[in-house]
């Protein structure tokens, strides 16, 4: 875009889902998943989207497969990513015990009751925990700009993450 020169993308993004067939949205879009978690991809790095979870309503075990599969990718070496209410199942898998963490602030009174060994940083709207900084959290849903460009800083440059921000008028102090 910047040089009008074609060139390969650094990353390759993928849909994961539990069983690799289309799931619907809750706003009625029909994703295509590129995996199943059976698959047994190990993923460098895995990004957890918002949930359609109310923030007054507990995860339960619904979403079990969905954590102990994210908990198996970060054990074998992924940097595990979440935005706004994608919190829910970090916490869910464990992965914040004696953690930093962050989510939207509708969701904190309810996540530090059921989560309480994790501190929470409702003031931050990007977290970065756990082992060498694999845990990178965005507190609510358009702090999702500012972990899409800490993540694009941090595997490909932060050259590339500043045309990024710079193409999208994004501010990125």
């Known amino acids: 875009l910047m040089t009008g020169e074609a060139v390969d993308s650094p990353m390759q993004p993928l849909i994961v889902s539990r069983d690799g067939r289309p799931v619907r949205t809750a706003n009625g ?3 295509e998943p590129h995996l199943s978690f059976g698959e ?3 993923l460098d790095v895995v990004c957890v989207t918002d949930l359609t979870v109310p923030p007054s309503q507990p995860l339960g075990e619904r979403y079990d497969l969905e954590a102990d599969w994210l908990r198996r990718q970060y054990e074998a070496g992924a940097t595990v990513a979440s935005a706004c209410s994608g919190a829910l199942l970090m916490a869910r898998a464990g992965l914040l015990d004696g953690q930093d963490g962050t989510s939207h602030w509708a969701y904190c009174d309810a996540l530090r009751r059921e989560y309480p060994r994790t501190n929470w ?3 931050r709207s990007l977290v970065l925990s756990g082992v060498d900084q ?3 959290m965005a507190g ?4 999702w700009h500012a972990l899409a460009l ?3 800083a941090r595997f490909v440059g932060t050259e590339e993450a500043m ?3 710079r193409v999208n008028l994004l501010d990125w102090g």
């Open 40 to 42: 047994g991809h190990r």
């Open 163 to 165: 045309q990024m921000a």
């Open 150 to 152: 800490y993540l694009i």
């Open 134 to 136: 694999r845990i990178v």
């Open 140 to 143: 609510s849903g358009t702090s």
């Open 29 to 31: 879009v029909l994703v």
């Open 121 to 123: 940083r409702i003031d």
